[in-house]
């Protein structure tokens, strides 16, 4: 994902709300009283600064459920 800000996708249909990404990424994703991840910004697709892009490959590998998945920015 080199060139192009990479985003940070929720699959909704997979999240349960364990809150292990919202640990592992807190600059990025604050928790709602449920547990599931809302990005800090109020965006949908959170955009991953180049400084946090380590943790965001670490948030979607141990994601239990497989929600989390980083896109290119450019839509």
């Known amino acids: 994902m080199t060139g192009s ?6 699959d909704w249909t ?3 709300g364990r809150g292990l990404c919202t640990e592992l990424l ?4 604050d ?12 965006s949908r697709e959170p955009s991953v600064p180049a400084r946090t892009l ?3 490959r670490r948030a979607v590998a ?6 989390l998945s980083l896109t290119s ?3």
């Open 54 to 56: 380590a943790d965001a």
């Open 5 to 10: 800000a990479s985003r940070l996708h929720i």
């Open 31 to 42: 928790r709602d009283d449920w547990g599931y991840p809302l990005a800090r910004d109020g």
């Open 26 to 29: 807190p600059r990025l994703l």
């Open 73 to 75: 920015g450019i839509r």
């Open 62 to 67: 141990r994601c239990p459920r497989l929600a």
């Open 14 to 16: 997979r999240c349960d």
